[in-house]
């Protein structure tokens, strides 16, 4: 994939377009970067167009200025779309990729084509008590940031895969995060119930590993008794499902995008 910065803001992507088919936006989850979805890019990229983002904060987009924010992610999406003329696609997030997934849609639902949440939350219907309990345990975790980025990682990667080879690969990828970029996490609540709930002009599917925590997998289930949606609980995969389960996560998105 080939690597792009856009302008006027600290956003790197990656794009492959030789498909010359629909497009499929990847967005990765925290403390992480774009690579995290490699499997995913190998098997779809003769299949659709593809497009990965770095968060604000992570991989190489962290040449930030005063004022840049998480709240501009969706804003900044849409300003690639613009620049390669991409007129829609599907989305798929995993963990924190989900909320941005869900911001743009709520933002820009006409460019959505359908909309795949892993490990993730509905934003715009999530029940504060639950948000301040996961804020609780996240802040656990970044007091072992604070001593020590590689204490921070092992700790890390297994909430976040299951599979030793996952979370290897994921604890890889997070030793390369800053400690500074923690400071743009602390806006992403002004993301959750921003926006009223509504039909969504999309199909949406919505999933997590079998061995993710208790927590997210109730969230899955009660965000599916909510709406309609397709929903997946993969087995043999935990948090980052398609890291540690990339064939099954792979086909359920294939399966899913034929539908649209």
């Known amino acids: ?19 010359n088919k629909d497009w499929v936006v990847f967005i990765h ?40 924010t998480v709240l501009m992610m969706s804003d900044w ?16 997030g995993v963990s924190l990729g989900a909320v941005f997934a869900q911001d743009f849609a709520n933002k820009f ?3 959505v084509l359908s ?10 219907d999530f029940d ?24 921070f990682a092992k700790a890390n990667k297994k909430i976040s895969a299951y ?29 959750v119930n921003k926006f009223p709930k509504k039909q969504r002009q999309y199909n949406l599917l919505i999933g997590c590993g079998e061995h993710d925590i208790t927590a997210e997998i109730e969230i899955v289930e009660d965000w599916a008794k909510k709406e309609n949606c397709e929903k997946v609980i993969l087995q043999g995969a935990g948090h980052c499902a398609n890291m540690d389960n990339p064939k099954a996560f792979n086909a359920c998105l ?4 034929r539908k649209v």
């Open 29 to 68: 989850a925290a403390f992480v970067d774009h690579r995290m979805f490699e499997k995913q890019f190998e098997y779809f990229e003769k299949k659709y167009n593809l497009l990965a983002i770095d968060i604000l904060g992570h991989g190489n987009s962290i040449k930030t200025k005063k004022g840049d």
């Open 115 to 124: 909309l795949a949440c892993f490990g993730g939350y509905d934003i715009n």
């Open 128 to 151: 504060i008590k639950k948000q301040k309990s996961n804020s609780k345990e996240q802040m656990k975790m970044m007091l072992k940031a604070i001593f020590s980025i590689k204490w």
């Open 254 to 257: 294939e399966s899913f995008w």
């Open 163 to 191: 599979t030793k080879e996952a979370q290897q690969e994921f604890y890889n990828l997070n030793i390369n995060f800053k400690k500074k970029s923690f400071m743009y996490l602390a806006k992403l609540q002004n993301l």
């Open 1 to 19: 994939m080939k690597e792009f910065y856009l302008e006027n803001s600290p956003i790197a992507y990656y794009i492959d377009d030789s498909a």
């Open 109 to 111: 639902e006409s460019k």
């Open 77 to 92: 999406i849409n300003q690639i779309f613009e620049k390669h003329n991409i007129s829609s696609a599907h989305f798929v």
